[in-house]
Nanobody, 120 residues
Framework: QVQLVESGGGLVQPGGSLRLSCTASGSIVNIYNMDWYRQAPGKQRELVAASTSGGSTNYADSVKGRFSISRDNAKNTVYLQMNSLKPEDTAVYYC??????????????WGQGTQVTVSS
């Protein structure tokens, strides 16, 4: 079993910052992609930021220049630093990771989701 445990999120004013964290634990051999998604009410879940174990990153156009994804591979943790937050960033944010737990088994895991609300 592999678990993803998230922390962070909350209520912040426009222009403020938050840092989300997600740590994978359990029977882990390798973690490949570690990503952040978000879903606002009535909208599709969308990829916000993605990272590989080798350090490659990708961002949604809507967050480029404001959000930064980073990883601490030794801690099996991914972070999402969110700066210059806007009301349209309000959503439930989900951590996602592709994890190899044994030689022939790679599965995708999701965190529980954490609410980010940007409002005055």
């Amino acid at each position: 079993q592999v678990q993803l445990v998230e922390s962070g999120g909350g209520l912040v004013q426009p222009g403020g910052s938050l840092r989300l964290s997600c740590t994978a634990s359990g029977s882990i051999v390798n973690i490949y992609n570690m990503d952040w998604y978000r879903q606002a009410p009535g909208k599709q879940r969308e990829l916000v930021a993605a990272s590989t174990s080798g350090g490659s990153t990708n961002y949604a156009d809507s967050v480029k220049g404001r959000f930064s994804i980073s990883r601490d591979n030794a801690k099996n943790t991914v972070y999402l630093q969110m700066n210059s937050l806007k009301p349209e960033d309000t959503a439930v944010y989900y951590c996602n990771a592709d994890v190899r737990s044994r030689p022939s088994l790679v599965l995708t895991y999701w965190g529980q989701g954490t609410q980010v609300t940007v409002s005055s």
